[in-house]
């Protein structure tokens, strides 16, 4: 329960320097190291819409510009439409007597009740609609100037081209260029461009058809006279939000404002910059939550949380129990060591020599008591004659309360103090070193982070 | 004959375009000589580039090809360290305008692009006033972080030249936090010309917030109370939300009549009040819009500051600011762009703003101009420069006008951009005068320390 609460107290140091709660950390097994969400390298994994759950291969998700296509949103309120049915009575010109009925659909807005009938959309015969789909309206002009500038972009690159092909230099005759300080050759070189540009054959270049020029207009639009003399009807002028939503169609009236297909989401994949390895990947299937890996560091390295702080009082030493647990199903040996500089605010004494965590035994979760703690005889208050204060508070299963001796030198700002957590990491899976690795070292090596501990504030 | 012309024109734009290459002269693939790093690359499947266009209010963000963005997104994120909500633009340190960008940009890649970084080239569309800060810490993340191919760094008022196929024009970019005009012939951007006013939507916001706080009316449960009795300021969210769905920009007549009746102090002068508006508020009640409140919030546009400046002023000083042969072309190629100038009304009001302007003294005898014409993009105003990122973007040269990641892992920053000095230089526009480029960067000063000092510091 208090993990809930106290996550952003406890923040360890990440290979990137950045601090972050354990939770937030990943752990490279290939690198042995810490990394979070800023140092790895993110990646789109898979796509699909929130709304229908449909997978979508990324391609295709270009394709449809990043949206589903059979889902759609209120243009009003963004809130997912529903298709819904309706029967409409049909006259049959031949028998009037006769009376039909016709099964259609329309969209509509469970949350503001905007419908597509709002708008003159027509409703359809079949669920799955067919609602028209709206072209940029300056579409064709768009596809001209696209069609131009691609003319122009060919001619450009055949002529460089050439002119490569002509004009090679020696690499260092162009570095020379390029590094030496001052515009001018820059400038010789542009206008050598200009020149050659001028000169180059243009034999077997096609003509580039121009795009035609709209002309400008001396006579811009007044403002209609409606806006001096008709009441304004708020309900019927879209929102800024509304406008943005589907910027090429901007409308100012609520009229014309169509459905949207729903923005499709992504899963992420997170892979370690350093050796490339994933450290995250969702699994394919939008509805899981599950990973196909996830080397989250809570599993490999040893969790740290407060467990008891006494009031604090400025310069006055008190004992706080800090909470060491064991994440790995093997024994893990842990040492402490303080650091009293800034961040630091409080001056810490942790316990000295190696310190012991009982290895994880997922079968003894609930039973603490059949774990077997007895082998571990590190608890030196029954040697009270060497220590005046023991340092092991209890031990519970693969968990063990230590405590450490903090005196605060702040009153004004929480109390914050720093240790390295150094402990020694079993290679559950050697097979993911290189050889090489394993004959140098066996497979458990020491590591080390560092910790940092908000207390929080002292009592006057 | 004439359409041959285009051609060459445009061709030409094309080849001072190179202002763009020119501009990364010291990247190794952009040299007419050498075979270009990303030839792989560029041939033939290369996968579309990402165009990013981040605004101090929407980032306009998509793939090159396309006809609009496929998002328009809030330029804000929450950071994870603080759990704070900030604003790309709001940044107090390089470190922390790091942070931020590497969130945000975790944000459009994850979840509207839903691409991976490192498989698609960029093109970042900026403002010709970008300081150099915010380019370098852009490359940084995209290159060091996220490590994109490559980088294209666009100005926003060029491109938005491509989405007409013309190569001479004023562009005008009424966005958020300021209105900046460039001159732009024969495809060459005039840097001495360039104009800017801290003057766009902040601004209208500003006072039309203030407008309502000092003359609104609430009703609660019936009961009347003015606005200020009852809450200290309205949300930035509602006041824009006032400002797109009721107000709009007067027209020229109006706007001198009104100015009238409030020197003179005469109501009687006022013309027919619009008709007023209740906006619905959270939680019941119900705030009064006037007429007057609807029709003045934005005339901060057109007053003019105590520099005589205002958003009409900076066309006719840029044009100025040209030689004379170049005027009446410039004139006759408005482009209005930026979501501010979407506002109802605006672009007639600024026309005749202009025609009136030209009969002041300051103006009169000296620009030789009469007339003005407007052109209109295939777009929507709020993402022209965009649409221009993306019709560049498609073309299969972007990889030679590209930075790529190697040559920005040698230079270990942006280099140099002086080039664009260099293309100012050889067409001899402006003879003689080294030190447009320091203009520039006094401009980017004044426009910063302006924007910092305005009366409310940042969007909150
Ligand atoms: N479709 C629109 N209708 C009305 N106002 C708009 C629209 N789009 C944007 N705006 C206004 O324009 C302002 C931002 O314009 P934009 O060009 O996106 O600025 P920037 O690029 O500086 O963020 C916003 O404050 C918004 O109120
Ligand atoms: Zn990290
Ligand atoms: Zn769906
Ligand atoms: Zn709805
Ligand atoms: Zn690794």
Redesign the pocket.
């Known amino acids: 329960m208090a993990s809930l609460l106290q996550f952003e107290k406890v923040l360890m140091k990440c290979s990137c320097d950045i601090k972050s709660p354990i939770i937030n950390l990943y752990f490279c097994k290939h690198c042995l190291k810490l990394r979070c969400g800023r140092c790895v390298s993110h990646e789109v994994d898979s796509y699909s819409c929130p709304n229908c759950l449909e997978n979508m291969p990324s391609a295709e998700a270009k394709l449809k510009k990043n949206r589903c296509a059979n889902c759609l949103d209120c243009p009003s309120c963004n809130h997912s439409l529903t298709t819904r049915a309706t029967s409409v009575a049909l006259t049959d010109s031949q028998s009037p007597d006769k009376k039909m009925t016709k099964k259609v659909y329309y969209l509509a807005c469970g949350l503001c009740r905007w419908t597509s009938r709002d708008i003159g959309l027509g409703d359809k015969e079949t669920a799955s609609g067919g609602w028209e789909e709206h072209d940029n309206p300056h579409f064709e002009r768009l596809n001209e100037l696209l069609e131009f500038y691609h003319q122009l972009a060919i001619k450009e690159k055949n002529e460089r081209e050439q002119k490569k092909f002509n004009k090679r230099r020696t690499y260092l005759r162009l570095q020379e260029k390029y590094f030496s300080p001052g515009g001018l050759a820059t400038r010789r070189k542009a206008s050598f461009l200009n020149a050659l540009s001028s000169m180059a054959p243009k034999t077997d270049e096609p003509e580039i058809t121009p795009v035609k020029l709209i002309e400008p207009k001396e006579e811009v639009d007044p403002l209609p006279s409606k806006y001096y003399t008709q009441p304004l009807v708020l309900e019927k002028v879209t929102t ?1 939000a509304q ?2 939503n589907r910027p090429e169609f ?1 409308s100012s009236q609520v009229e014309g404002l169509y459905p949207r297909h729903k923005h499709l989401v992504i899963k992420r994949s997170q892979r370690c910059r350093e050796c490339e390895h994933n450290l995250s990947k969702p699994e394919y299937n939008p509805s899981s939550i599950k990973f196909k890996i996830q080397l989250v560091a809570l599993h490999h390295i040893p969790d740290v949380r407060i467990y008891l702080v006494p009031k604090l009082y400025q310069a006055k030493e008190s004992i706080v129990t800090i909470l060491l647990s064991n994440p790995s199903q093997e024994k893990m040996e842990t040492e402490l060591e303080a650091i009293n500089e800034p961040p630091s605010t409080g001056l810490l004494t942790v316990p000295e020599g190696l310190l012991v965590l009982a290895a994880k035994d997922i079968t003894a979760e609930f039973d603490e008591k059949t774990a077997d703690t007895s082998e571990f005889k590190d608890n030196p208050e029954k040697k009270s004659s060497e220590t005046s204060q023991g340092h092991i508070q209890f031990r519970s299963g693969h968990k063990l309360g230590v405590l450490f001796k903090v005196t605060p030198q702040t009153s004004d700002s929480d109390v914050v103090v720093c240790f390295k957590l150094k402990y020694k990491y079993h290679n559950t899976s050697p097979s993911l070193r290189t050889p090489v690795e394993d004959e140098e070292k066996p497979d458990a090596v020491w590591l080390e982070h560092e910790v940092e501990i908000n207390l929080g504030a002292t009592s006057p | 004959m004439e359409a041959l012309n285009v051609v060459v024109n445009v061709a030409f734009v094309l080849e001072k375009q190179s202002f763009i290459n020119l501009r990364l002269s010291a990247v190794p693939d952009s040299d007419p000589f050498t075979m270009p790093l990303f030839e792989g690359l560029s041939a033939g499947s290369e996968k579309s580039a990402v165009i990013l ?1 981040i ?4 980032s306009k963000v998509g793939f090159a090809g396309e006809f609009g963005p496929w998002a328009f997104v809030s ?1 804000k994120v929450k950071l994870s360290k603080t759990k704070k909500e900030v604003f790309v633009w709001d940044y107090s340190s390089e470190e922390e305008l790091f942070d931020i960008l590497v969130e945000f940009f975790h944000l459009l890649y994850f979840k509207h692009l839903l691409v991976n970084p490192k498989d698609r080239r960029v093109v970042f569309c900026e403002s010709i006033l970008c300081p150099t800060q915010f380019r370098e810490t852009v490359a940084k993340v995209l290159f060091k972080h996220y490590e994109v191919p490559s980088i294209l760094f666009a100005p926003s008022h060029l491109l938005a030249m491509f989405t007409l196929g013309i190569n001479t024009g004023l562009v005008l970019d009424a ?3 300021e209105t900046t005009v460039l001159p732009i012939y024969e495809g060459i951007p005039i840097i001495k010309g360039v104009q800017t006013v801290t003057v766009a ?1 902040r601004e209208i916001h500003r006072n039309l917030a203030a407008l309502l706080q000092d003359q609104a009316v609430l009703i609660t449960d019936g009961e009347e109370a003015p606005l200020a009795s009852k809450m200290s300021s309205l949300p930035d969210t509602v006041i ?1 939300d006032i ?2 769905r009721t107000c709009f920009v007067t027209n020229i007549n109006r706007a001198r009549l009104i100015q009238q009746s409030i020197l003179q102090n005469d109501e009687s002068k006022w013309p027919a009040v619009p008709s007023s508006v209740e906006y619905p508020l959270d939680g019941g009640s119900k705030l009064v819009v006037t007429g007057k409140v609807r029709e003045v919030a934005c005339e901060v546009l057109f007053e003019q500051d105590m520099e005589e400046k205002s958003v009409a002023t900076t066309i006719l000083d840029a044009i100025l600011q040209c030689p004379l042969d170049m005027r009446i072309p410039l004139a006759q190629n408005l482009v209005l762009m ?3 100038s ?2 109802p009304g605006f672009a007639h009001r600024l026309v005749d703003e202009l025609k009136e302007l030209l009969s002041k003294p300051q103006y009169k005898d000296r620009l030789a101009i009469s007339s003005f014409k407007v052109h209109s993009p295939p777009s ?1 105003a ?1 993402y022209t420069a965009w649409l221009g990122g993306s019709l560049f973007g498609a073309m299969e040269i972007l990889s030679y006008r590209s930075l790529s990641r190697e040559a920005y892992n040698q230079a270990g920053k942006v280099p140099d951009w002086c080039s664009l000095d260099d293309a100012v230089q050889e067409a001899e526009v402006v003879p003689k005068e080294r030190s447009s480029m320091k203009q520039l960067e006094a401009l980017r000063k004044l426009s910063l320390e302006k924007s910092s000092a305005g009366a409310s510091p940042t969007p909150k």
Request: cysteine-free; hydrophobic content about 40%.
């Open positions: 800024l406008r943005l901007a | 266009d605004g101090a209010a929407y330029s966005g958020f936090s939507a824009e400002k797109v930026g979501g501010t979407m506002l929507e709020n």
